[in-house]
């Protein structure tokens, strides 16, 4: 018999001690642990590093924790209140509201409209890059806010409180008429059942309903942030698809005539609500002429396309960052896992990617940056963002695997953030003109704007590698433009492609450390072409690309 007075004393039910675990990331400082993206910030003269500091260090903290909240508790609507009334309101989990409120504070949507120095585009997009680390959800309405306003500002004296609301330094969910709020969101729907990449195929009417409204009538098949104060919505009126402006509730206050009809059961984005919905006479104004839809919306596109890249970045510096600092912590067969030559090899090519990723997206950004200031920054940025967003998008699903696979069975764990950068990696390369749309928008623009043309070939011209490999891959390109005979489209991927790395390759060339430039050239250009881990050079510099990575 056992002896009841006996006290086991706490240890002997001890199962085993933790060990061999990596200690949390967080608190961690986004700004000072990432070199490529300190230098490409200040490279490209961004005008509030200060801001920039204090943003990086709240998304390594506050921002990551309600990050976790705001995807375990996905949005809901609400199509009805209790007695029966329409009401279609998204209900989001407090840390959305949270997160959205810090954002628009430091200005992720709006810091390129206020500040009126050179460089404030920059900023701007170095805050978007920053905050998709910790959350990428609610980038969509903060993406999407941002980009609206070259087309609010379109729509001239009349739209002046619009701009103020959308660059206020404020965030207000309330569900109210927007002239009564401190500070406004915008969404946009262009994408219907029968078409999307296909905008054309638009079948919403806008009528005429006299002093210059417009009446909706139609649906959206897709139509993300439906809580927005405001959406830019194609349609088609009298004189062909046309852009306007639909507030959430009209001036009076009373809802406006548009339904909620469901939120998609998405792979991934679960903090952000994407919706359906109808219009049943929706009120509309027009902004910019009837027929001229698509140009005047392509403002915003073009603005959004940017974000895509920068969040696909994003996406792959995160995981990054996470891979590299659970295999400086975790042994295996008696080593640490960053001290294992194999891992040292994977790990060093997925920051080979990242340091690629982010000189090519930061140099789009100074591009729109200076766009209004040069001829050659605008043609520039003109043709570079589609193709930014065509190569880095598509780039970021295989990079977050490999580092989810470096944390072993963890990355596949939903406390470790991989499992949400998983989902979310398809994203960017789906909406905003998928990965096909965005290689045919290249090619057209090679083919018919000889000013994008130009200043791609002067950029991949100007102070490049030495290397004949350089030279010999970007003549074979331009013989395959050359040589199109009306059928380069079913090539379209590979010049694309091709045209993204040897930029890549000449950025590097010129910002990087020789090194890894050198490294980015043979492995990326000359190298046949394999998993990650598998082609960088003997040479390679993997110890210097590890520090960058998680520098200090
Ligand atoms: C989560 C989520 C949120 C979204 N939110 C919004 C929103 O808020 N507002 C909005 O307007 N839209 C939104 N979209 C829609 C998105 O922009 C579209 O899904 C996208 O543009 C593709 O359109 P589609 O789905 O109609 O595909 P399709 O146009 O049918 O295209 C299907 C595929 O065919 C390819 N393709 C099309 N034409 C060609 C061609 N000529 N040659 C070769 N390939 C071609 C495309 O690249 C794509 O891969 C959202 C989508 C998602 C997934």
Redesign the pocket.
């Known amino acids: 018999m056992s002896d009841p007075t006996h006290d086991p004393g706490p240890h002997r039910f001890a199962t085993h001690e933790v060990t061999n675990q990596p200690p949390r990331l967080e608190p961690f400082d986004a700004w000072q642990l990432d070199a490529p993206l300190r230098e490409a910030v200040l490279r490209h003269g961004a005008d509030d590093v200060v801001l920039l500091q204090r943003y990086a260090r709240w998304v390594g903290q506050e921002l990551t924790e309600l990050g976790f909240e705001a995807n375990r508790h996905k949005p809901t609507l609400h199509n009805f209140d209790r007695h029966g009334h329409r009401i279609d309101a998204v209900e989001f989990h407090p840390s959305y509201h949270r997160i959205m409120l810090e954002a628009m504070r430091h200005g992720v949507h709006a810091h390129a409209w206020r500040s009126t120095h050179d460089g404030a585009h920059v900023t701007r997009a170095a805050l978007s890059y920053l905050h998709h680390q910790g959350e990428a959800g609610t980038s ?1 309405p903060l993406t ?1 806010t941002f980009a609206a306003l070259p087309v609010l500002r379109q729509g001239g004296a009349d739209l002046v409180d619009w701009v103020r609301g959308a660059t206020a330094l404020d965030y207000d969910s309330a569900d109210a008429a927007a002239a009564g709020k401190r500070a406004l969101t915008l ?13 054309r195929a638009n079948s919403t009417r806008a009528h005429p309903a006299g002093g210059g409204a417009y009446e909706l009538v139609g649906h ?6 439906p809580m927005s104060d405001g959406f830019l919505v ?1 349609a088609q009126a009298p004189g062909g698809l046309s852009c306007f402006l639909m507030p959430r509730r009209r001036d009076d206050g009373t809802r406006n005539a548009f339904q909620v009809m469901r939120l ?1 059961d ?4 679960w903090a ?1 609500a ?2 359906e919905i109808e219009f049943v006479g929706a009120e509309a104004r027009l902004i910019g002429d009837e027929g001229r839809g698509i140009a005047t919306i392509l403002e915003m596109v073009a603005l959004t396309r940017l974000d895509c890249a920068l969040g696909s970045a994003a996406e792959m510096r995160r995981a990054l960052l996470e891979a590299v600092h659970h295999a400086r912590h975790r042994r295996t067969f008696g080593r640490l896992l960053i001290e294992h030559p194999l891992m040292r090899e994977v790990l060093a090519d997925l920051a080979l990617e990242v340091e690629a990723s982010v000189a090519l997206v930061f140099r789009i950004a100074a591009a729109v940056d200076a766009a209004p200031r040069s001829a050659h920054e605008a043609a520039f940025a003109r043709i570079a963002t589609a193709l930014g967003k065509y190569w880095i998008c598509k780039r970021s699903v295989g990079v977050v695997n490999e580092a989810q696979e470096c944390l072993g069975g963890a990355g596949y764990v939903e406390e470790s953030i991989l499992p949400r950068l998983y989902r979310e990696a398809p ?1 960017n390369a ?11 928008d290249v090619l057209r623009a090679l083919r018919r704007e000889p000013a994008s043309l130009q200043a791609l070939l002067d950029e991949l011209r100007r102070d490049a590698p030495v290397d004949p490999g350089y030279h010999a891959r970007l003549e074979e390109l331009l013989a395959m433009l050359q040589a199109d005979d009306g059928s380069l ?1 079913r090539g379209a991927r590979r010049l694309v492609g091709g045209l993204a790395q040897l930029l890549q390759a000449n950025l590097l060339h010129r910002h990087a450390p020789p090194e890894i430039a050198r490294t980015f050239l043979v492995a990326r250009l000359l190298a046949a072409p394999g998993m990650y881990g598998s082609s960088l050079p003997e040479d390679a510099p993997i110890a210097l690309l590890l520090e960058r990575a998680l520098a200090g």
């Open positions: 969509c999407m969404g946009m729907g262009m994408t219907e059942k029968q078409g999307g990449s296909d905008v959206k098949w897709f139509f993300s942030a194609l998609k998405k792979l991934g984005n952000n994407s919706s994203l789906i909406w905003e003109g998928s990965g096909n749309i965005q290689c045919l489209e």
